[in-house]
């Protein structure tokens, strides 16, 4: 499945090569995919003609010496989908990005394919786990407990005690989109774990048994 229309997507990186390299991918994709906005700072992402872009690419190391932790919470706030690109695979980085709100995170060393991947992904609201990140948090094919980020355990929680999405949403002061984006990546989790949560039920169960929540609390 791919967006019904052009993606528009913005370029943070502090890098130009790297910001010219992933123009060239997106344009011989096949796909229609634009680059609205680009720079070296959030400030491209968040004015201008970097406010149409359905997604923000992220240098994790936009600034250098730290980790653009502040930037992601900001473009999040904005309710933007962030996918941040790393220099390389950190556990403790991408689970961080994670529960910041960032829809997905990848290494610069994988490349064109998963990058273009998660960018249609994000634009059409589709969880995306690439191949770096399902090791980096232990998914893939094996079953067992999947690893879920702090603000994934949060939103399901809150989901199993309350009525509905929208108090959820109003409760944690996301969106109800974002409610479900991260639902659906607790369920692409568990799927990839061999342990398939297709409906609120299953993921009650599957929390149970992974010790995340006691029957009593519910």
Request: proline share 6%; net charge positive.
């Amino acid at each position: 499945m791919t967006p019904a229309g052009p993606v528009r997507v913005a370029l943070l990186d502090a890098h130009p090569v790297v910001l010219a390299g992933i123009e060239t991918w997106y344009a011989a994709s096949g796909r229609s995919i634009t680059v609205c906005a680009k720079g070296d700072d959030v400030s491209a992402a968040l004015a201008g003609p970097g406010r149409q872009a359905q997604v923000v690419v992220l240098d994790l190391h936009l600034t250098p010496g730290r980790c653009a932790y502040e930037e992601l919470t900001a473009l999040v706030a904005q309710q933007r989908r962030v996918l941040v690109h790393a220099p390389r695979g950190g556990r403790t980085e991408a689970q961080t990005c994670l529960g910041l709100g960032a829809f997905t995170f990848l290494t610069k060393a994988e490349g064109e394919r998963p990058l273009v991947a998660a960018t249609l992904a994000a634009a059409d609201g589709i969880p995306y786990t690439s191949p770096a990140l399902a090791a980096m948090l232990g998914g893939g094919s094996r079953p067992g407990r999947p690893h879920l980020a702090p603000r994934e355990v949060d939103v399901l929680l809150s989901w199993f005690r309350s009525e509905s999405k929208a108090a959820v949403a109003a409760g944690l002061g996301i969106s109800v989109r974002t409610v479900n984006t991260y639902l659906d990546r607790v369920r692409v989790k568990y799927g990839d774990a061999g342990r398939p949560a297709r409906t609120k039920a299953h993921l009650v169960a599957r929390a149970v048994q992974d010790g995340l929540i006691a029957l009593d609390d519910l």
